[in-house]
């Protein structure tokens, strides 16, 4: 198996910018999570789906923020406008079940944002 | 609301030494407590966990308690290694529930 795979794995934008990041979890694999994780915040769960369906986007910071699972095996983080405070890296994890089972981390994308 | 509290959040030991990394659940119904290692610039990586039907459980140098009366749940790790060097973070999630809460990490500087 592959693992969790994200792309793109490094972002450079300008502020403004949309910039989309994306997942593709382990195949089976029922529940997806984002974080994000900076020096100051410590690792952040942002949202996450159960079965495709958003479960819990109390963690994302604003409105600027969104993400979507359209199906089984992908799913979107969209920051628009991007801001600089939002640098940082972010993972997406994947599981089988939910709380009570491992999660799978992606190599994350590492998002600067000038 | 769910909570896990990790302590301490820096932890300087010399090599060969143990570590003791502690953590704490709000949660009563969390059951299940995994640790992640997450070396420098690399994704956090599962090491151990252990679900509430046992009290310890030991891999190699690594060891995990879970003390379920008070919510508090350990690692350990014996005979420390500079490649031990890493951030560390606890975890408690529960059957039946989506998500698990993590702590806030502890940083582990192994003196060579």
């Known amino acids: 198996d592959a693992g969790v795979i994200q792309s793109p794995r490094h972002e450079v934008t300008e502020m403004g910018q949309e910039v989309t990041l994306r997942c593709k979890p382990i195949s089976g694999h029922n529940s997806l999570f984002w974080y994000r994780q900076t020096m100051m915040r410590g690792l952040e769960l942002l949202i996450y789906?159960?079965?495709?369906?958003?479960i819990d986007d109390s963690g994302m910071p604003e409105d600027r923020f969104s993400a979507k699972m359209p199906n089984a095996s992908f799913s979107t983080l969209k920051i628009q406008p991007s801001e600089p405070r939002d640098s940082a890296v972010y993972f997406c994890?994947?599981?089988w079940g939910g709380g009570q089972e491992t999660q799978y981390f992606g190599p994350g994308t590492r998002l600067l944002v000038l | 609301g769910e909570n896990v509290e990790q302590h301490p959040s820096t932890l300087s030991v010399q090599e060969g030494d143990s570590a003791v990394i502690k953590c704490t659940y709000s949660d009563s119904a969390s059951n299940y407590f995994p640790w992640y290692k997450q070396e420098l610039g690399k994704r956090p990586q599962l090491i151990i966990d252990?679900?509430?039907?046992?009290g310890e459980k030991k891999d190699q140098r690594i060891a995990v308690t879970l003390n379920k009366t008070a919510k508090h749940f350990s690692l350990h790790i014996t005979e420390t290694q500079p490649e031990d060097s890493a951030v560390y973070f606890c975890a408690a999630g529960y059957t039946g529930g989506f998500k698990t809460i993590f702590g806030a990490g502890t940083r582990l500087f192994v003196k060579a």
């Open positions: 789906f159960n079965n495709n369906v958003p």
């Open positions: 252990i679900r509430s039907n046992v």
């Open positions: 994890a994947t599981s």
